[in-house]
Each structure stands twice: as structure tokens, then as C-alpha cells.
């Protein structure tokens, strides 16, 4: 089965819809990029459309990666601003800006769980959001009705945004995980993964995971995201494990939509527990 | 081969004094524990022993479990006297106090990385210090030139003092690690630790790891602690495994002096960048 990420997104952008729609005020996000704003178009007008769809207040700002301290500046006026509820700066920074910027973020204006203090709840598990894509993936399994208690997880790589973000809510889940990284000798890959009841990839590898890797009636998700030859792919050759898998994720089509629809959850929920919302 | 911790905690105190030796001020370390001060009292001894050893302020504080506000308030005193460099909470907390009393120590005052923002700039790659006991862990490698680049370890426990920072910092050496937490079933994790070149358990449950679960020359990391007929103990069943791994950190006598030793480290560190040795 491959999983239909755009249907599981529109029922959460539904329900996010339905409970704010009575609110007097709405939420407000602020996305900011640094750098060539080409490589992040394509996400912040998919952002700026699902604000929109939503009722959703949008602005986007793009700076110069050249000068940090007037980056930083920028930055800081924007997550004061009383008009902004949520800020997003998009990942992965340029070389030239340093992620100690991040922490200009204000962990109540932090959908995406940015700043130190954001990812210190977090991992001392006290945060009132999780973060999108992670969120994103173990609500497939919710919808599926895929329990991970006793399941044994291959997850390939432990970046910033995904993986790290993974490990605990998997365990939380009952999960017994295995984190695969770029050091991880091939053959032990393998044979994790094929001991694995759930693989879960996120690296921005195309074709990394092979139909050799893959046990037969396992739950494959593919967090990846890459350009090969001009098209979208994600970390899993589809085509090849399609036929011994019970249910993938696509991309494009999978764990994406979905991450967009539980950032805009958090941004509203960051929005009613914020003091302004209680006023 | 039973590796010797005190031998490598004296190595560490010994640099430690060495270059503090020159300071004209020296760190102070206070520990504060809630509840019935039994419980911590011998945690609390080694570390006056060790900081008067090292000619480092110490101060202890009890306080009672039973009104949490005034607990903060004590707290957040002891935290802002200039004089205290850094502050210890003794971990686990009692039931009555929450964990988000944590969040009152300053990172610069965080030697054990409790508050969010140190647990965060740690899991967000520019925290100035590692957890005690997780870098005390990364000691007996270095200290017995163990590479783990391309290894596989098996992680026993993802508790919020070992495990969880442990996942990082070993995947940062090149480690490929699976982690086996409560919900793993007993034959996963038979299966997983019998497969891993090193295993490292952090539980606090007595004979968790036999004979029958480790690989011949496999190393072997006993971070556990409990208390077995009145004996203080680790996870490890050390007389079954002595003969089949190549080296083992024993209990007590392990890790747990070595973390003492990477405490004041800590405790040295922040002090040294701290603004007041600038001054």
C-alpha cells in the first residue's frame, strides 16, 4: 500500500481549521531564509498557501547571508514583533550564518523547535509541541493503527530536523531503535534494516534504500528528499520494495504534506496557550 | 581485562588540579538535594571529598520535598549567589518536586546539564561541556584507544542522565547504536547485544547482562546502579561475562569515579569562561 500523505494532511488542516475558526484572532507566521531565497521557494510558498487556506496571517522575509550580526538584528525584530505568534527560519542555514542565530528564536514563537530551550524541553520531555516531520511520521502509523510497542525501527540517519528528534518518541512509543548513520559500514545496514519490522529514512540519499534491504510485509517510511535528475525522490527506490512492503510512504506525496499541516497545528497551538490568546 | 576507574578518575583530578592550581579563585560547587538527604548522602560525600581535594568551594543544601515554591525559591537563591559557580541538583527527584524546578539553574551554572537550555545547546552541537557520565563513558575508549568509528554498540536505557545523551555523542564517534529500552523483548535484546562489539547499560537492574548476551571480545560499559542484598551493584552479571569480553568497567569502581572526576571537569570549565575568571 503506499500511503496518501496529501489525504492524512487535509484531515489535519481540517481540524486545525475547525477549532480556530471561532477564534477572535488568528496566528501569525513569520519565515525568514537567508541567503539565495530560490533554494526555499518552493517550501514558503507551499507555507504561505496553507496559511492562507487557513485564515492564517503570512509574511516571509529574506535577508543577506553576508553581514550575521545584522542577520541576527532582523531576526530579533521579527520574533519581537507582538503581530508575529510563529517564526520559521528555513533549514538548513548558509555556511555563512551560524546556528547560534536560532536562538534569537523564542521557544513560544517556535513551531519547528529550533532554539536551545525549544530542544531542551523537548529531550527533558516537557515540550507543549513536537516537532513537524517527526510528529508527521508517527502520525502515519496512528492512522494505520501501526502500534510500535515491541517493533523493531531501522532508522536511517540522525540529522538535525528528523532523526534526533525521533529516537525518543519511539522509545516512548516502545519501539526498540537502531540509528543508522553515514559511518555505519553497509553490511550492517543491511542486515539492521532487514531485521526491522518498520524502516524509517531520513538522509536525502536517492536510492538508498534498496528491495535487497527490506523485509517482506515491512512498513517502510521515507523522510528523504533529493533532487535526481531534475524530479523530487526520496531516500527509498519505491519501484523496487513496492511489492514486498504492507505500506510506504511516498515522495512525493508522503511525510511532507503532513509535516506542513502539524507545523501550522503547532503554530496554532503555540497561539492558545500564548498569553494573547488568553486576553 | 576489569578496567581500573580510579585509576582513570585520579588521572583526570590530577590534570584537573593542575591547571586550576594557578587560579587566583577557584570554582564552588553547591549541591542541593529535596527530600530525605539518606538517599543522596554518599553521592554527596565523594563530591565534598573531591572538591576539597581539588581546593574548590563546596556547600551542601537539603531542603524539604513538601512545598515545592518554596523549593524554587531556595533554588533560584542558591543559583544567583555570586559566589556559587555552579549548582548541583541530585537526580532522581523526589515525586513532589517537578522536574521543571530545573529550569531555574543558569547553563553557566550547569555542571550536570539539567536546565533546558544546556540539554538543548547539547542535542543543538555548541554545548561548551558533555554530560558527566556520558563523557566519562567516551574516557574509557580514549583511555584504551577503542575506536568506535563503524562499530555497533547496544545501549541498554535511554534514561535522562546516560542514555539520551549517550545517542549523539557515540553517533558522533562513528558508532552505529541500537537502543533496547523497557518495551524491547527479552530476545531482541539477546539478539541485538549478542550482534553489537560493545555493549553499554545504563538500567540500574541487578544481572541484566549475562554470559548468554555478549559476543566474545566484546567490550563492555557498566553505567548501572542498584542495591543487591545491601551490596551496591551494576547491570552487568560480571562474574559470567569476565571470561568472554576483552574489558568491562566493574561496579563500583567503573565509570562511577571517572563521572565524579568529568563533574569537576565540568565544574572547572564553566568556571574558566565564565566572566568572573575574565575579570
Redesign the interface.
Known amino acids: 500500500m503506499i500511503f496518501d500523505g496529501k489525504q492524512l494532511a487535509n484531515k489535519i488542516l481540517d481540524s486545525i481549521k475547525k477549532e480556530t475558526n471561532s477564534w477572535p484572532q488568528k496566528p501569525n507566521l513569520a519565515v525568514i531564509s537567508f541567503g539565495d531565497e530560490k533554494n526555499n521557494s518552493s517550501y514558503i510558498v507551499q507555507k504561505r498557501k496553507t496559511a492562507e487556506s487557513l485564515g492564517f496571517g503570512f509574511n516571509d522575509y529574506n535577508y543577506s547571508k553576508d553581514d550575521f550580526s545584522k542577520a541576527r538584528e532582523y531576526l530579533n525584530k521579527i520574533v519581537k514583533m507582538e503581530s508575529v505568534s510563529a517564526v520559521v527560519v528555513q533549514m538548513p542555514l548558509p555556511a555563512e550564518i551560524n546556528?547560534?542565530i536560532?536562538n534569537v528564536i523564542l521557544p513560544e514563537k517556535d513551531p519547528d523547535l529550533l532554539?536551545?530551550?525549544?530542544?531542551?524541553?523537548f529531550?527533558?520531555?516537557?515540550s507543549l509541541i513536537n516537532p513537524p516531520t517527526a510528529e508527521a511520521i508517527l502520525d502515519v502509523f496512528k492512522e494505520e493503527n501501526i502500534s510500535l510497542?515491541?517493533k523493531?525501527v531501522a532508522l536511517f540517519g540522525?540529522g538535525?530536523l528528523v532523526g534526533?528528534f525521533l529516537?525518543?518518541m519511539l522509545?516512548k512509543e516502545?519501539?526498540?531503535?537502531?540509528?543508522?548513520?553515514k559511518?555505519?559500514?553497509k553490511e550492517?545496514?543491511k542486515?539492521?534494516s532487514l531485521?526491522s519490522d518498520i524502516i524509517i529514512s531520513a538522509v536525502g540519499e536517492a536510492n538508498l534504500i534498496k528491495s535487497d534491504m527490506v523485509k517482506d510485509g515491512s512498513v517502510v517510511i521515507d523522510a528523504g528528499f533529493s533532487i535526481l535528475d531534475g524530479n523530487i525522490v526520496g531516500d527509498v527506490d519505491l519501484e523496487s520494495v513496492k511489492d514486498k512492503i504492507s505500506l510506504i510512504t511516498p515522495v512525493p506525496g508522503g511525510v511532507g504534506p503532513i509535516t506542513v499541516a502539524r507545523l501550522f497545528s503547532n503554530v496554532a497551538k503555540l497561539f492558545k496557550y500564548s498569553t494573547k490568546f488568553k486576553n
Open positions: 546556528n547560534s536560532l532554539c536551545d530551550r525549544s530542544v531542551g524541553a529531550f527533558n520531555g516537557h510497542l515491541g523493531k540522525y538535525r534526533r529516537v525518543p522509545i516502545g519501539a526498540t531503535v537502531a540509528v543508522i548513520d559511518d555505519t559500514p550492517d545496514a542486515h539492521i531485521c
